[in-house]
């Protein structure tokens, strides 16, 4: 597994550097290919795309896609030039998946992966396990006692063996498990939580293991929010280490955990926390990543969205950056994913009352501060900071 994921990282490497040294000057597809003179050797061009940027480090940077984004061109050419992972933003969910027992809809999940192919991005499955958006015929069947223990394991082995099973070979990274621990202090792993209530808390293993078994090349993540120090007493954190730990320890098929990354800049946030949070993750052999980026604040309103608050126009690029460099300071985090890239294409509005302003590109998908800023981020972290010239103070 290691082999294919270094040539794979081999070849996006060397794709990325004719672009880093003189790619697109503008984040315009059409432009993406239009072949600029290269700069002095070792130059970054400080206008590439941040995929392009990223993938002379090896990290991939991506975001939730959902089906506006791909039939929209003007959402579509932003995807395909400067991201190259894409997550279905609900698609892959078995509540769109199978709406009624064994009538599937793979339609939004095949669109997915197609525009992947097409771009030339990888796909990062999500999610095989989760308490949320699951079929009605499901959770009813469970509460009315139609389906039992033994029935409701059966059905999320099908699950997983036909849905993993179907995209065998095109998914990078697996959500298999997502949220399965408490938001308490300490935390642990939620005894109220729909699967470990209904089908035994041996349900984390056992979908890692059939996910593995239906695909033994994908990388397998544990997915959960405010595992990198965002609770403030790294409660979570300790708990998803120790999941993770207790997994590792029975060999069980899990490859790397996920910090799904949802800011709100009314919070306080420590980025070093962040940092050291998926050191001791990666202390465990495992891989990481930050899987759903976004930065939140209060707005004047939904269509819109400018920010209320003065200052968090200044936050806003600031924490999307620190997630960044702490993402380039463990060698083990391989990508960057945000949820949602355009602030018309975000779930924030919809979910939290008077917010929004929570991606890097605006309602009218102009690029923000936060675009910028990760992309000097990127610029630097494809070559190196320039080395500083010391001069000496004149004497008086
Ligand atoms: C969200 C989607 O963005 C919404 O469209 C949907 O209605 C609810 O789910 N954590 C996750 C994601 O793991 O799957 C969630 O996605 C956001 C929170």
Redesign the pocket.
């Known amino acids: 597994m290691d082999m294919r994921r270094r040539s794979l990282f081999a070849a996006a490497g060397a794709a990325s550097a004719a672009a880093v040294l003189g790619g697109a000057a503008t984040a315009n597809a059409s432009t993406l290919s239009a072949a600029q003179p290269a700069g002095p050797a070792g130059l970054v061009n400080p206008n590439a795309p941040l995929r392009d940027l990223a993938a002379a480090i090896g990290l991939r940077i991506g975001s939730?896609i959902i089906p506006q984004d791909i039939n929209t061109p003007s959402f579509a050419a932003i995807a395909g030039t400067q991201l190259d992972v894409y997550t279905p933003?609900?698609e892959m969910k078995w509540q769109v998946v199978e709406p009624t027992q064994g009538v599937f809809d793979w339609s939004g999940a095949d669109n997915l992966v197609a525009f992947a192919k097409q771009n030339d991005a990888l796909v990062r499955g999500?999610?095989l396990c989760w308490h949320?958006?699951l079929p009605t015929w499901l959770t009813t069947g469970v509460s009315n006692g139609t389906i039992n223990k033994t029935q409701l394991l059966d059905l999320l082995q099908q699950h997983i063996f036909t849905e993993v099973g179907r995209y065998k070979g095109k998914i990078w990274q697996w959500d298999v498990c997502?949220?399965f621990l408490t938001d308490s202090n300490p935390s642990q792993v939620n005894p109220n939580d729909f699967w470990i209530a209904n089908a035994g808390p041996e349900v984390i293993s056992l979908a890692f293991q059939w996910a593995h078994e239906a695909d033994p090349h994908a990388l397998l993540f544990y997915?959960d929010?405010n595992i990198g120090g965002e609770d403030g007493s790294n409660a979570k954190h300790n708990a998803a280490f120790a999941l993770v730990q207790g997994l590792l320890n029975d060999g069980i098929p899990v490859h790397g955990v996920g910090n799904?990354g949802?800011l709100d800049t009314q919070f306080g946030w420590s980025p070093q926390r962040l940092r050291q949070d998926l050191q001791h993750f990666a202390s465990l052999g495992l891989k990481v990543a930050l899987t759903?980026v976004d930065v939140r604040t209060f707005v004047d309103g939904p269509t819109t969205q400018v920010p209320t608050n003065s200052l968090a126009q200044f936050a806003h690029p600031f924490e999307f950056t620190e997630m960044l460099k702490s993402v380039l300071q463990v060698p083990e985090a391989i990508s960057f994913t945000m949820?949602g890239f355009t602030d018309a294409d975000s779930?924030i509005p919809g979910f939290f009352k008077g917010e929004g302003y929570g991606t890097p590109w605006d309602v009218n998908q102009n690029p923000k501060q936060a675009f910028f800023s990760l992309q000097s981020e990127l610029v630097l972290a494809a070559k190196g900071a320039p080395r500083r010239v010391h001069t000496r103070m004149p004497r008086p």
Do not use: V
Request: aromatic share 18%.
């Open positions: 939730a933003g609900n999500h999610t949320n958006q997502n949220e997915n929010y799904q949802h759903e949820w779930w």
